[in-house]
């Protein structure tokens, strides 16, 4: 089993759709969570990080479900320039390995 | 926010030949290096993690002599592919935390490697 799963879709949605992106971890001891972003042949960049109380980044919000390992995303009223593959990522404790999961890609269609 | 280049962007070279990868922290000192690599369609995996002037800690299944990571300086970080052959094809991805970054990687560029 991998240690972050993601569906690795395509999303495809039009502007101004809502989309929600699920992810899973296998390791319970996992402490810290992000949402990265990579465009096409580009590094990752972080979008966001994930709190245990959930957070909002204007139109991304972000929630954690450590009972079930489950982290999601939310990007309500998407743009064209939201299509991208999102990545889950966890790491087990600070300043140890980020773990990525493959990728969730959405595509915004006007 | 904190700058890590990589050189080159990317490379072709033959099967047999090998390949030298530089990453760098332009803007603060980099303390622990990462080098991932990813396949196409597949999730970034570590490769190896290197603190400035020790030796690297390799993930499982990484060839330490084949893939030989540098981190002479706080800000420079080096991997070289040895004898490189198709099957090595891919992005080489480092990233970079200095002090006080908690647990914030900053990401080069990235490096596509193609051995034909």
């Known amino acids: 089993r991998k240690e972050v799963e993601q569906d690795p879709g395509p999303f495809n949605v039009p502007e101004g759709a809502t989309v929600a992106f699920n992810c899973t971890y296998s390791?319970?001891?996992?402490?810290?969570f992000f949402w990265y972003r990579q465009d096409c042949r580009k590094e990752p960049k972080l979008l966001m990080s994930?709190?245990?109380s959930g957070n909002e980044d204007g139109r991304f919000t972000a929630q954690l479900n450590r009972a079930s390992q489950y982290i999601s995303l939310l990007i309500r009223d998407s743009k064209l320039s939201d299509s991208a593959t999102y990545l889950c990522v966890v790491q087990a404790e600070y300043g140890n390995k980020l773990v990525f999961g493959a990728g969730t890609i959405l595509r915004v269609k006007s | 926010g904190a700058v890590v280049s990589q050189h080159p962007s990317w490379v072709i070279c033959k099967s047999g030949t090998s390949v030298k990868i530089e990453c760098r922290s332009l803007d603060f000192q980099a303390t622990t290096m990462f080098w991932y690599r990813q396949f196409p369609k597949q999730s970034l995996m570590l490769m190896a993690t290197s603190n400035e002037g020790s030796k690297a800690t390799y993930e499982q299944g990484v060839e330490k002599d084949k893939f030989l990571i540098n981190h002479a300086s706080l800000t420079l970080s080096t991997l070289t592919v040895t004898s490189a052959h198709p099957e090595d094809s891919s992005f080489y991805i480092c990233?970079?935390?200095?002090?006080?970054?908690?647990?914030?990687?900053?990401f080069g560029p990235g490096t596509r490697l193609t051995v034909l």
């Open positions: 390791n319970s001891a996992s402490q810290s």
């Open positions: 990233s970079a935390r200095g002090r006080g970054f908690r647990d914030t990687q900053y």
């Open positions: 994930v709190y245990s």
